[in-house]
């Protein structure tokens, strides 16, 4: 275990920003985080605490993904013309 507690911390160069503009789901940088948290990893050890996050990161993605990009692109361009 570890070694890939070792691994998830090397994985944390991906928050600095020439980086971190590269992904496609950023909040996995958040998760990053999380799982080096002893109290995270035992709550993942609980299907209701997995199902709960499942359905979380879902209505993220439903309600702040797509919508919060293009409306960030949108007043970049409005700030540009």
């Known amino acids: 275990m570890g070694e890939f507690v070792d691994y998830l911390s090397y994985l ?3 928050k600095q ?3 971190a503009q590269l992904l496609k789901y950023p909040q996995c940088l958040y ?4 799982l080096q948290d ?5 709550e993942l050890h ?5 199902v709960w996050l499942h359905q979380q990161q879902i209505l993220h993605w439903q ?3 797509t919508d919060l990009r293009e409306g960030l692109l949108r007043s970049e361009t ?3 013309g």
Do not use: I, M, S
């Open 31 to 34: 998760f990053l985080d999380q």
């Open 63 to 65: 309600y702040h993904g």
């Open 38 to 42: 002893k109290r995270f990893c035992e």
């Open 78 to 80: 409005d700030c540009a």
């Open 17 to 19: 920003p020439e980086y």
């Open 12 to 14: 944390k160069y991906w």
């Open 46 to 50: 609980k299907q209701e605490f997995v």
